[in-house]
Nanobody, 124 residues
Framework: QLQLVESGGGLVQPGGSLRLSCEVS????????TAWFRQAPGKERDGVSC????????NYKDLGPARLSISKDNAKNTVYLQMENLQPEDTALYYC?????????????????WGHGTQVTVSS
């Protein structure tokens, strides 16, 4: 079983940047992909970005003028999500999830292990 702990969320002004971190522990050799999802109040959980064990990455969310960059540090078992030019509509609870088998996916039902989330609030 994997444990995932997100960090790095917070309050940021429009146009600002944040880097989220997801530290993975447990049987880390067993997971094939790690993804970031986000869920705003009253909305479904949406895939944002995903990276495979071998470093292939996919951005699923068209954030318009915002930019996404997912990366990982294998030595630290940590996956990062760098977000730039954040806007109020990016406000959500951001979750990290890992998938034991299979490739990257934008669908939450494909992922086995989840963190508790880190809140991102974009407001002036």
């Amino acid at each position: 079983q994997l444990q995932l702990v997100e960090s790095g969320g917070g309050l940021v002004q429009p146009g600002g940047s944040l880097r989220l971190s997801c530290e993975v522990s447990g049987l880390t050799s067993d997971y094939q992909a790690t993804a970031w999802f986000r869920q705003a109040p009253g909305k479904e959980r949406d895939g944002v970005s995903c990276i495979t064990l071998h470093g292939e990455f996919y951005n699923y969310k068209d954030l318009g003028p915002a930019r996404l960059s997912i990366s990982k540090d294998n030595a630290k078992n940590t996956v990062y999500l760098q977000m730039e030019n954040l806007q109020p509509e990016d406000t959500a609870l951001y979750y990290c999830a890992a998938r034991k088998w299979g490739h990257c996916s934008r669908y939450p039902q494909h992922f086995d292990s989840w963190g508790h989330g880190t809140q991102v609030t974009v407001s002036s």
